[in-house]
């Protein structure tokens, strides 16, 4: 079968090569899967460059989420939403999941959008609930929200009853969060978010901030977060990890909150069907609907990851076969 490889680390442009490789060897446990549909993600670009916290040994196929269906064994013919394992991911014809991660796709749910409930989704869940205990009638603050983990934060915190404020680089990226719902939209690259928080809340700031950009954004999140509010460490699509002060956490009572969502696979994998089930009740509910922005065929996949990385997409960019 074919799949997209990268054979050296670079840029996705440069090093992906679109190869022969081996079938995937199902077997006990496991579930051999055609691809329908896969979700780009913002660590697909760094790991081909080498700089995303996995680091699969070369060659390897990228491709972290995807909506499928099983060719063999008792549950062939089903459409299932997962996450194939590195080094044999998912810009590939065909991947292998593990049956216990292989989640069903509610029925009205097409593929493309199924491939992108996965990653941004369960983050967002698990992030703004779990790990940063959003309460209803708090104040949201979601940067780069026009992204695929924006979008996702957006709909997940109108869901839980927050007043969302979002930041995204441009006009067009700013209609695309007021589209979704979020009450205050702030151009980031325009106007200092930081006085337009304070101006909005009062002078109390955001409760909650939800950074995947980190760098300059997470340096002036620490002047717009509430007394006793939570920075959740997302992400560094700016290319800079910040470092933060403590003196700073203690002097203003907030709270520095890491979120790695790949680790529930290994140290707490019953948050991630639970997580699922409770994604699947939302968007049956209306209140959830993957973004994409764009559906490519696979046969694009260096241009897309290319336009990924260059702040080129709007929410999730998915690629057919
Ligand atoms: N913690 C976790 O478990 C977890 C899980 C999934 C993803 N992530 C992280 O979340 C981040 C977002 O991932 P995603 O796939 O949803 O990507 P994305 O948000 O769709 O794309 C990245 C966005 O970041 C913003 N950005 C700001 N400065 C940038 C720069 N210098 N270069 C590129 N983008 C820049 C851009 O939005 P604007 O133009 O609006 O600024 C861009 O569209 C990534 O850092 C990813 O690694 C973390």
Redesign the pocket.
């Known amino acids: 079968m074919k799949a997209w490889q990268v054979q050296e680390l670079g840029e996705p442009q440069d090093v992906l090569r679109w190869v022969d490789v081996a079938e995937p060897v199902s077997g006990p446990g496991l579930l051999e899967v055609r691809v329908d549909a896969v979700a780009?993600?913002?660590?697909d670009v760094?790991l081909c460059r080498g700089m995303?916290q996995e680091r699969p040994p070369l060659p390897f196929t990228p491709g972290l989420e995807i909506c499928g269906t099983v060719l063999d064994g008792p549950r062939a013919g089903e459409r299932v939403i997962g996450g194939p394992g590195l080094p044999h991911g998912g810009l590939a014809e065909r991947v292998v999941l593990a049956e216990a991660s292989a989640f069903p796709v509610p029925d009205s749910m097409p593929p493309a959008k199924a491939a992108g409930l996965l990653?941004?989704y369960q983050?967002g869940y698990v992030?703004l609930h779990r790990r940063a205990a959003l309460q209803p009638g708090e104040t949201l603050l979601v940067?780069?929200?026009?992204?695929?983990?924006?979008t996702?934060a957006i709909q997940l915190g109108r869901a839980a009853g927050a007043r969302v404020i979002a930041?995204?680089?441009?006009p067009e990226?700013v209609q695309v969060c007021k589209d979704l719902g979020a009450d205050v939209v702030i151009d980031?690259?325009a106007e200092d978010f930081v006085a337009v928080v304070k101006d909005v809340t009062e002078g109390r700031g955001a409760d909650v901030i939800y950074d995947?950009?980190?760098?300059d954004?997470f340096d002036k999140s620490r002047k717009c977060v509430a007394f006793e509010g939570r920075i959740v460490?997302?992400?560094?699509?700016?290319?800079r990890i910040a470092e933060a002060p403590t003196n700073h956490a203690l002097v203003k009572n907030y709270s520095i909150v890491g979120?790695?969502?790949?680790l529930y696979r290994k140290m707490d994998p019953a948050v991630i069907p639970t997580t699922h089930a409770a994604l699947v009740e939302l968007w049956q509910a209306g209140l959830i609907d993957p973004l994409i922005g764009a559906e490519l065929p696979l046969a694009d996949a260096p241009q897309a990851l290319t336009r990924?990385?260059?702040?080129?997409?709007i929410?999730?960019v998915v690629l057919l076969p």
Do not use: E, M
């Open positions: 780009l993600n913002f660590p760094l995303y990653i941004t983050t992030g940067h780069a929200g026009a992204g695929g983990v924006g996702a930041t995204a680089g441009g990226k980031y690259n995947s950009v980190g760098g954004v460490v997302v992400g560094f699509a700016g290319g979120l790695h969502w790949g990924l990385a260059d702040r080129g997409t929410g999730k």
